[in-house]
């Protein structure tokens, strides 16, 4: 049976002046079967605009114990990707656009892998170090991000990966905004 972790992305308090943020905020794998064992692995990366650039390519590995496999796959990113994600009150500007505030970027990588039927599948992506201005992480930069797709393909043949349907955005560890497509469920628009 096909689980996925998801990576929580955090976004902290809009009242910092200056982020020590150098690292990516959180991520995402996803998987979409294109027949034949051949599968489109995904995986988005959630940057601080204030951070070191983003990876032009990435590598995910994936293993099956099962099968005896343990191979890694290169993701390119697409074209068009990194456009800003903050949701952030109109009369404020991001660090992605030249102001003061936090933003992020969301990056999509992209890849096609031929899986055998087999019943563990792991797809993996780690990435030292985690964001600075993270505040519930004992000096986050120098721990790991690990992100983490399953998939059963034995059981399951043709199986896709759930998708995101909203962001959880947390703002000064007391408001949130959760957003999709077409739903604003809540939102507190901080000013200085």
């Known amino acids: 049976m096909k689980q996925k972790l998801l990576t929580t992305i955090f976004f902290f308090s809009l009242f910092v002046a200056k982020m020590n943020a ?8 996803t998987y979409r079967c294109l027949g034949g064992n051949q599968y489109e692995i995904s995986l988005a990366l959630y940057r601080d605009c204030a ?6 390519t990435v590598s995910i590995n994936y293993r099956s ?18 456009i800003e994600v903050t949701p952030i009150c109109t009369s404020l500007t991001t660090q992605c656009a030249g102001g003061t505030y936090p933003g992020v970027q969301e990056y999509i990588y992209r890849g096609v892998v031929t899986l055998p ?10 990435l030292c170090c985690r964001n600075n201005a993270i505040n519930t992480i004992l000096n ?10 399953t998939l059963n393909n034995l059981n399951f043949p043709c199986n896709n990966s759930p998708t995101d349907l909203f962001h959880l955005f947390a703002w000064d560890n007391h408001s949130a905004l959760i957003m999709d497509q077409t739903i604003l469920m809540a939102i507190h628009c901080l000013t200085p």
């Open 140 to 149: 986050p930069g120098s721990q790991n991000i690990y992100i983490q797709a």
């Open 51 to 56: 951070g070191v650039a983003a990876p032009t």
């Open 117 to 126: 039927p087999c019943s563990d599948w792991v797809m993996g992506y780690t």
């Open 65 to 82: 114990v099962s099968c005896g496999i343990n191979q890694n796959l290169t993701l390119n990113r697409i074209t068009g990707t990194g």
């Open 22 to 29: 150098t690292h990516v905020q959180g991520g995402d794998i």
